[in-house]
């Protein structure tokens, strides 16, 4: 049993390396955890399902949110509070084709993917860097980079916060 563990806290360990959520990282110390239980008590395969799921409940719950928190600091990307509270003035990127509302894309904001519109119903082409100037529901409206002047961004994205 303990080989069974291990083998499943490395296939764990192989899917966090794939998409560092770090949910499958905290699963796989608890199997990690659950081998040891196995070495000293071979026969006794509730406690260790059970130090399993202690285990990963105990870090996904407790030391998930400071490692998530630490490695978004590391990359640079900053955290915005809700979904109007500081997006409006943040750069993001176009994935693809952003239209006016009736074809609308996407854009990459703060690591997260976002619907999105161009706020001049001009098309602007994938991999553009753009602003965000307001938000409409869950759809971001947004302009190329260079084509607003300072502090525009703000203004406009007042006024549409709470549609």
């Known amino acids: 049993m303990v080989v069974a563990w291990l083998v499943f806290g490395v296939v764990l360990m192989l899917v ?9 990282l905290f699963a796989a110390v608890g199997a990690f955890a659950a081998a040891l239980v196995a070495a000293v008590a ?9 130090v399993a799921v202690v285990v990963t409940a105990a870090g996904v719950g407790a030391v998930r949110p400071y490692v998530s928190q630490a490695m978004l600091s590391h990359r640079g990307v900053h955290n915005v509070r809700g979904v109007h509270g500081g997006i409006v ?3 993001a990127m176009t994935l693809d084709v952003v239209g006016d509302a009736h074809r609308g894309g996407h854009v990459r904001l703060v690591g997260e993917r ?3 519109i161009s706020g001049s119903g001009a098309v602007i ?22 084509a607003i002047g300072p502090g525009e961004a703000d203004k406009e994205g007042e006024h549409d916060e709470l549609e």
């Open 16 to 24: 966090e390396l794939h998409n560092v959520a770090f949910y499958a």
């Open 125 to 146: 082409p994938p991999d553009t860097t753009v602003i965000v100037t307001a938000v409409q529901g869950t759809t971001l409206v947004v302009v190329p980079l260079g």
């Open 42 to 50: 071979p026969g006794a395969i509730a406690v260790q399902a059970g």
């Open 89 to 91: 003035g943040h750069e």
């Open 114 to 116: 976002w619907l999105a």
